[in-house]
C-alpha cells in the first residue's frame, strides 16, 4: 500500500501521496503498490533510476539521489535494511533504522517513489525459502571471503528490486567497490537491462568515507577514524612512485593501522577491473581496505592508475 497523509489532495480513501510545493513523493510499503507506481511512470514514458539503500541517509545517499536526477526523468529510492547480506546477526541489530528522518530527507531531494519493505514483504516465504542470485567466484572473493553470504544476499535482493522497479539506471557508490564489480557482472550475465553507474565517494572534510556505520563510532574513536584513509593515501601514493613490493606495502599499511588503533581486517592490492592478483596487463590497482574501530567496520578504496 502506500502512505495516506493527512491534508493530501483527493479521496482520503484513496492511496496518496506526501506532498511537496511542487512535485509528490510516493511511498509504496508493498510490491503490488510499487509495481503500479512504477507502471505510472512508465506510462508517462519517463526513465527511472534506482538508488537502492538501507537507510539511514547521509550526503553519500543523497548524492547517489542528484546523480540519478541527471540521468534519469524520475528516481526511486529503495529503503530496506535486508537481512539476507548480513552474515552477523550483531552487525544487523545495531544497524541504524531513521526512517521517518531518511524521508523527510528524500522529501527534501524530491525524490519521486519510494520503496520501504519490510523483510515480510520482501521474503513472505522466509529468507531460508527464499530464492537466491548468486555470482560465482567474485562473491566468495576478498570481501566475500571474509563475510561468507553478504554478496549472495546483496545479488538476491538487488535483483528482486530491479524486477519491482524495473530502471533504466540504477546508482551505487565507490565506496563498496567489489560490491558494484559483482553486480556489474550480475547485469552482464543475466541480461538485465539496466546501467550500473558508480559514483565516486564522499568523503566529510576529513577524508573519511560517508557510512551509515560511522554512527556506531564512539566520540573516543571518531577523531581517528579519517586515518583509514590517510594510511590508503600513502599506500597509493607509495604505488605511483613506483613501488611494486606490495606484500610488503600491505603489511605496512596494516601494521600502520593497527598502531593507530585499528584493528585491520584486510588489505587488498587488486586488478581494478578484475579484481584479480595485478600483472603486466594491469591499467589500474584498487586498493581495499577493511578495518574495525571499536564496533563498526569500516571499509574504504582507493584506485591508483599504473
Do not use: W
Not at 81 to 101: C, G, H, I, M
Not at 217 to 233: R, Y
Amino acid at each position: 500500500m502506500c502512505e495516506l497523509k493527512k491534508g493530501g489532495r483527493g479521496n482520503p480513501d484513496t492511496p496518496v501521496r506526501r506532498f511537496l510545493a511542487t512535485d509528490i513523493m510516493i511511498i509504496a510499503k508493498d510490491i503490488p503498490s510499487a509495481v503500479n507506481e512504477v507502471n505510472n511512470l512508465k506510462k508517462q514514458g519517463a526513465t527511472i533510476a534506482l538508488v537502492p539503500t538501507m537507510g539511514n541517509l547521509h550526503e553519500g545517499h543523497l548524492t547517489l539521489v542528484r546523480e540519478a536526477k541527471k540521468v534519469a526523468d524520475k528516481v526511486v529510492v529503495s529503503v530496506f535494511v535486508n537481512p539476507l547480506q548480513f552474515n552477523n546477526a550483531e552487525d544487523l541489530k545495531n544497524y541504524p533504522r531513521t526512517l521517518e528522518q531518511d524521508l523527510a530527507k528524500l522529501e527534501q531531494e524530491q525524490v519521486d517513489l519510494v520503496f520501504t519493505p519490510t523483510p515480510q514483504t520482501m521474503y513472505p516465504n522466509g529468507m531460508e525459502n527464499q530464492t537466491s542470485v548468486f555470482v560465482p567466484n567474485i562473491s566468495d572473493m576478498l570481501e566475500g571471503k571474509l563475510r561468507p553470504g553478504h554478496f549472495k544476499g546483496v545479488s538476491t535482493v538487488v535483483n528482486k528490486l530491479f524486477n519491482i522497479v524495473r530502471p533504466e539506471f540504477a546508482m551505487f557508490g565507490q565506496k563498496d567497490f567489489q560490491q558494484v564489480a559483482m553486480l556489474k557482472q550480475l547485469v552482464e550475465d543475466m541480461a538485465i537491462q539496466v546501467k550500473i553507474i558508480t559514483v565516486p565517494i564522499v568523503r566529510d572534510a576529513e577524508g573519511l568515507a560517508l557510512s551509515s556505520r560511522n554512527g556506531l563510532l564512539t566520540e573516543t574513536d571518531k577523531p581517528k577514524a579519517h586515518l583509514l584513509h590517510a594510511e590508503i593515501s600513502k599506500l597509493a601514493d607509495k604505488i605511483r612512485n613506483g613501488n611494486r613490493n606490495f606484500e610488503k606495502l600491505k603489511e605496512d599499511t596494516r601494521e600502520a593501522l593497527d598502531a593507530c588503533g585499528f584493528k585491520t581486517d584486510s588489505v587488498d592490492i587488486v586488478d581494478a577491473s578484475t579484481l584479480g592478483d595485478i600483472t603486466e596487463k594491469t591499467v589500474e590497482a584498487a586498493i581495499l581496505v577493511s578495518a574495525y574501530l571499536g564496533k563498526p567496520r569500516l571499509i574504504d578504496n582507493e584506485v591508483v592508475k599504473l
